[in-house]
């Protein structure tokens, strides 16, 4: 009797881990199904004749659509830079350039100017619900320069509105008014606050009023405050280090969570926007060197159903379930030809889907990713 038992009791835990098996494949079928797919376009965008590109730090696009960059005129080599006025190419394209979808080049501007401290290292941009544009400055072409303590905002036409913080300022990660080279930001359209990945040196995020500048409030790793003391070592196993390590990228979604790239401690943390810690993802933990949490997108859908996420150790675009923070999908690598990677820095989406992508380093380039129309949107 108890051999019967005992064979019924397989047959019947059998049949539960098929059912269990095929219920995981469901769900991981169910997953994937969210990732769209891509195709490059090597022909996006259509910079001027003469015109050069140096490392392109930030990417960002607007309320028409428009793509936004910000590059590094400082960093191109003078084998790039023709070297005599009469020769037709190349000179470096301005700071900040505009391009359609399309990749039709609309403007450009940026430099030294009046009543502003232009950065020494352009690296972020972020065109806001205004459609105003706002720069950061993450330290200068020299290794370990500290002084770039400020980011600017402009019209789109190029036009001086506000300066937050000052040139060799910095007190540290408790400095209300400074910055120290801030990597990222994004202003937050139902409170018209600025929220700032601060950064290279301060390991924080900070919050602004967007309109005058003025400090709101501040925070460090798990929403504990920034403290510049804790070692600055990433943790590659075990517990998270408890403060952030470089603060590199920084959105905040439709329904009020701020979700943070900590990029050489390899994980994205999330959090309301007051600062209080919700949850945290590694991100291809194991890897050294660039780090992995660079610069996070989301889909243009109402629930913003994906997360995009920029990883350069890796080359690749990693998508999320916004909701679950489980990976559906990715696609790059490391190379030098359309659609792959040399140090990925920044991601952005437009209101179709598609991807754009910038790359410092030797990739100075930013590339179009265009969705494919036969896979739809997230509802």
Not at 31 to 37: G, L, V
Not at 49 to 74: E, N
Request: some cysteine; overall charge negative; glycine content about 12%.
């Amino acid at each position: 009797m108890s051999r019967v038992w005992k064979v019924v009791a397989g047959i019947s835990l059998l049949g539960g881990l098929v059912v269990l098996e095929r219920t995981l494949q469901g769900a991981a079928g169910a997953q994937q199904s969210m990732a769209p797919t891509y195709q490059v376009d090597p022909f996006w965008p259509q910079v001027p004749d003469g015109l050069i590109l140096g490392q392109v730090a930030g990417v960002a696009v607007d309320s028409r659509d428009h793509v936004w960059i910000v590059q590094r005129p400082w960093s191109l080599g003078t084998d790039e830079v023709a070297g005599n006025p009469e020769a037709e190419c190349c000179r470096p394209g301005p700071p900040v350039m505009e391009f359609t979808a399309e990749g039709v080049y609309v403007q450009g501007w940026g430099g030294e100017g009046d009543g502003y401290e232009w950065p020494a290292d352009e690296h972020g941009i972020h065109v806001d619900y205004a459609d105003n544009v706002w720069v950061s400055s993450a330290g200068g072409p020299r290794l370990g320069d500290r002084t770039e303590n400020h980011l600017l905002k402009f019209t789109r036409d190029g036009r001086f509105l506000l300066q937050i913080g000052r040139r060799g300022a910095s007190q540290g990660s408790l400095d209300t008014l400074n910055l120290n080279n801030a990597a990222d930001m994004y202003v937050y359209r139902p409170t018209n606050e600025l929220f700032v990945a601060d950064g290279y040196v301060n390991r924080r995020v900070i919050v602004f009023d967007a309109s005058t500048g003025a400090y709101k409030r501040m925070w460090g790793g798990y929403g504990e405050a920034p403290d510049d003391q804790v070692p600055n070592r990433p943790a590659y196993e075990g517990p998270g280090t408890r403060q952030f390590n470089t603060v590199h990228g920084i959105r905040v979604s439709d329904d009020g969570l701020v979700y943070v790239a900590d990029r050489r401690n390899n994980r994205m943390q999330v959090f309301q926007v007051d600062g209080t810690f919700v949850r945290e993802v590694f991100v291809e933990r194991p890897t050294r060197l660039l780090g992995t949490a660079f610069s996070i997108a989301f889909s243009p859908d109402p629930a913003q159903r994906l997360l995009y996420l920029a990883d350069a150790g890796n080359g690749k675009i990693h998508m999320f379930d916004r909701q679950t923070l489980q990976e559906v999908g990715s696609f790059g690598r490391i190379g030098h030809y359309a659609g792959q990677f040399v140090f990925l820095h920044n991601v952005a989406v437009d209101s179709q889907g598609n991807v754009y992508t910038a790359e410092v380093g030797g990739g100075r380039r930013v590339q179009k990713f265009q969705r494919h129309r036969s896979v739809p949107p997230p509802r």
